[in-house]
């Protein structure tokens, strides 16, 4: 279980190379995939154990973390992040409400939409709008 987790020493080293005022965004998610493709990892990847996780299969029918698993790691990565780079602009591009409540503690809707803060973001950081 903790070789799921983002190190923190790799967060720290990303900032070492990229100054947190230049970026203007991370989106934030985990691996999902087809479950046709379960197959072919196995084929390929014959040492990986990345598919043997603990997977279900979503809504939109990919397989992926279980949702109290997803929360966990986008909170240590949140504040692993946040650590180092305390302002920038973190999203989920595939986070339903739950996920991003109890990992970013708010809901985008809040903030006028994820449209909104994006674009908020883009303005604080190269004068777009």
Known sequence: MTAFFCKRKIIKQLFTYITPENIVWISLGTFRFMPDLK?????RFAHSKTVYGEFIKGIDGKMRYFKPLR???????V???REFA????LYFC?????????SLGFLPAEKGGLPQILDDSSSRHCGVL
């Open 94 to 102: 595939m986070g339903d409400d739950e996920v991003w409540t109890k």
């Open 39 to 43: 197959s072919i990892i196995e084929n």
């Open 86 to 89: 305390p302002d920038v602009t």
């Open 71 to 77: 929360i966990r790691f986008y909170q240590k990565i």
């Open 79 to 81: 504040s692993y992040i």
